[in-house]
C-alpha cells in the first residue's frame, strides 16, 4: 500500500512560486502525477512523470511548472512559477506501481493511490 502526503501549499501573489512536495511511503512507485481541482470544477491533471524521467504537462502550465522526482528519497514535487490566479485550486499527488501508457498518464482512473491534497491559493 502506497501512501501519499503533499505539502508546500499555501498563499502566493500573482507572477510568484511555489514547490509542492509529494512524500511517496510504502512503495516506489512507477507512474506518478499533480492533479489540481478548482472550487466547483472537476479535477484535471497537471504534469505527470514516470520511472525514466519523462514527463508531460498540461497546456495550462507548460513553461511554467516542472514535475521532478527524487528517487533516493521517494519524494514528487511539482515547481510552479508565474502563478496565475487560475492556479488556485486543491493539488493532489498520484501515483501507480506499475507503468502507465502515455495516453493513460493524465488519466485519473489509471492511478491507484491518492494524497490528500494541498491547497495552493493565488491572488
Known amino acids: 500500500h502506497v501512501q501519499l502526503v503533499e505539502s508546500g501549499g499555501g498563499s502566493a501573489q500573482a507572477g510568484g512560486s511555489l514547490r509542492l512536495s509529494c512524500s511517496a511511503s510504502g512503495y516506489r512507485s512507477i507512474s506518478m502525477a499533480w492533479f489540481r481541482q478548482a472550487p466547483g470544477k472537476g479535477r484535471e491533471a497537471v504534469a505527470s512523470i514516470d520511472s525514466t524521467g519523462n514527463t508531460r504537462y498540461a497546456e495550462s502550465v507548460k513553461g511554467r511548472a516542472t514535475i521532478s522526482k527524487d528517487n533516493t528519497k521517494d519524494v514528487l514535487y511539482l515547481q510552479m512559477n508565474s502563478l496565475k490566479a487560475e492556479d488556485t485550486a486543491m493539488y493532489y499527488c498520484?501515483?501507480?506501481?506499475?507503468?502507465?501508457?502515455?495516453?493513460?498518464?493524465?488519466?485519473?482512473?489509471?492511478?491507484?493511490?491518492w494524497g490528500q491534497g494541498t491547497q495552493v491559493t493565488v491572488s
Open positions: 498520484a501515483a501507480n506501481r506499475g507503468t502507465l501508457s502515455r495516453l493513460l498518464v493524465f488519466e485519473e482512473r489509471a492511478y491507484k493511490f
